[in-house]
């Protein structure tokens, strides 16, 4: 995070004594970032917030990946994934695997009412965008409500649940690093520039502590090991929302694209202006509703470019995308375009975008640096088709009457 927040009680000095009214201790836990180095919160327990009392497997879904090989771009309708399950999964264990490499992992889920366990990553922030739906995030910094357009970020390590108030669907990025706002929208000392495209006053933080209780409460961890990620069941002799208060910088929040303000320019304008966040190895990228390019002579829908360095992922959740018409993508749809692959806009829209003022269109896109590979949602949801729709044909699929089957560009 980037500035300070302080929520329900402390003492007037860190690290000093603060007791209930029965002279009972309170127990202060530093979650700090980069050992002791970055941005941190401090909390106050009522319980002791090392105190377990058992350790089980948690046995997580299928997690394994396969390259994208032989290299092709590819079209995943992710809506598919969920057809026909009219309970709804979990929000933390009903995720699907999509897309993933060492640095971060994209998963997909579409919950029911269900509250979902009690859950810690401990690998890296989750940056979860709310592609429908509403609801609450239970945090041990207290209570998020979440809607669709949000951004839900929480940090390392932080122990939550979803509680979602209607059918929700869920994009959840699960890094192996940090999450955090550009560099280059921020002051040396943290604070939002007035270029950037969104402020403080943009994020919403918990503004109460949430206290509960209970004993033998058990928690699902997401952690690595030299195997690869793996989960546990970690069970406390007291309730981890015991908190009474806490202040700092590091704690969980949202951000609704609502509150993004597009830049544009006079030509095309490229990817890095539709920045909202960074990890480790990649970046997040809305592109939303807004003016488009005003030259006389602007081609409005992307160039054919080359990520020589990245892959491209862009999840494709309003509106009416149009550099992608006549490829088959719409709402739900997910496109990824590869390094060593060229990509651009399908032939018609070019031609189509010319002299259009406004896109009516919503997507968030992940660019990472190390290649991606694919998870068992993401080979589950996989239209095979979509990689030769610049030509119009593939070269090995049978048509209905034995030729060469063709695919439409309009």
């Known amino acids: 995070m980037v500035y300070y927040r302080r929520v329900g009680e402390v003492p007037r000095q860190r690290h000093t004594q603060m007791r209930d009214s029965d002279g009972n201790l309170y127990r202060e836990e530093l979650m700090g970032e980069e050992g002791f180095s970055s941005d941190s919160s401090l909390l106050y327990h009522r319980g002791v917030p090392s105190a ?12 394994r990946l396969q390259p994208n090989h032989p290299l092709k771009p590819r079209h995943l309708k ?9 309970e709804g999964a979990c929000p933390v264990e009903g995720r699907r695997l999509v897309l993933g490499n060492g640095d971060v992992r994209i998963a997909y889920v579409v919950t029911g009412t269900d509250p979902s366990p009690l859950y810690r990553n401990a690998i890296g922030d989750e940056c979860v965008y709310v592609e429908s739906g509403s609801g609450t995030v ?3 910094f207290g ?3 979440y809607r669709t357009g949000d951004y839900v970020l929480v940090p390392r390590s932080t122990d939550h649940r979803w509680v979602p108030a209607e059918p929700s669907r869920l994009y959840a990025i699960e890094a192996n690093s940090h999450i955090h706002a550009p560099k280059r929208y921020l002051s040396r000392y943290g604070q939002f520039l007035e270029h950037a495209p969104y402020c403080e006053r943009d994020l919403h933080g918990p503004d109460e502590p ?10 699902l961890v997401k952690h690595r090991t030299s195997a690869g990620i793996v989960g546990s069941r970690l069970t406390y002799a007291t309730h981890p929302f015991d908190v009474v208060g806490w202040d700092g910088c590091l704690y969980p929040y949202t951000f609704n694209v609502e509150n993004y303000m597009p830049i544009t320019g006079k030509v095309h304008q490229p990817p890095p202006v539709h920045q909202v966040f ?7 990228c809305n592109f939303l509703p807004r003016k488009v390019d005003y030259h006389e002579l602007a081609i409005p829908v992307p160039y054919y470019h080359s990520n020589v360095d990245s892959d491209e992922v862009m999840f494709y959740v309003g509106g009416d995308y149009e550099a992608r018409k006549g490829s088959g993508i719409n709402i739900g749809s997910i496109s990824l375009h590869p390094g060593g692959h060229a990509h651009g806009p399908q032939p018609s829209a070019i031609e189509a975008s010319l002299g259009v003022e406004y896109f ?14 694919l998870g068992e949602g993401g080979v589950a949801a996989e239209d095979p088709a979509y990689a030769w729709t610049w030509a119009g044909r593939g070269p090995d699929a049978d048509g209905e009457d034995g030729g060469p089957a063709v695919y439409s560009n309009s």
Do not use: C, K, Y
């Open 143 to 145: 209570v998020l409500p």
């Open 360 to 373: 009516e269109e919503s997507a968030v896109m992940v660019d990472t640096f190390r290649p991606l590979e």
């Open 52 to 63: 377990i009392v058992d350790s089980q497997v948690w046995e997580l879904g299928d997690q």
């Open 78 to 86: 992710l809506h598919s994934l969920f057809e026909g399950e009219g």
């Open 210 to 219: 949430l206290q509960a209780e209970g004993a033998d409460v058990e928690v």
């Open 138 to 140: 239970e945090t041990v």
């Open 278 to 284: 960074e990890g480790w190895n990649f970046v997040v």
